[in-house]
């Protein structure tokens, strides 16, 4: 009974995330991509970059490598986990480990 109430409301993550208010990505350490048009990419909590041309970027995550595809792409900004890629993004995907 127990184990179904939390599969219902999101996992022991959930509840944590609702006791303390905050969304249930933060809580799980889950990257987050925010794209601008073709134009910009941001991604919060990587773990460094694996390969960097003006072509292909490939970023590793917790959850896997983020590769993003394009022309003239450049590191706008780089923190310890926050990304921000310009350019003309072409596309973007999630390669699996």
């Not at 896997?64 to 706008?76: A, D, M, P, Q, S």
Request: some cysteine; hydrophobic content about 40%.
């Amino acid at each position: 009974m127990e184990k179904k109430r939390d599969r219902e409301q999101g996992g022991i993550l959930g509840g944590v995330a609702e006791l303390f208010d905050l969304p249930v990505d933060v809580v799980a350490g889950l990257p987050r991509l925010e794209l601008i048009g073709n134009r910009q990419l941001y991604l919060e909590r990587h773990t460094g970059l694996l390969a960097y041309s003006d072509t292909q970027i490939d970023a590793n995550t917790g959850f896997g490598v983020l590769r993003i595809r394009g022309e003239r792409l450049t590191l706008v900004a780089m923190t310890g986990e926050e990304l921000r890629i310009g350019g003309k993004i072409n596309g973007v995907e999630w390669v699996p480990c």
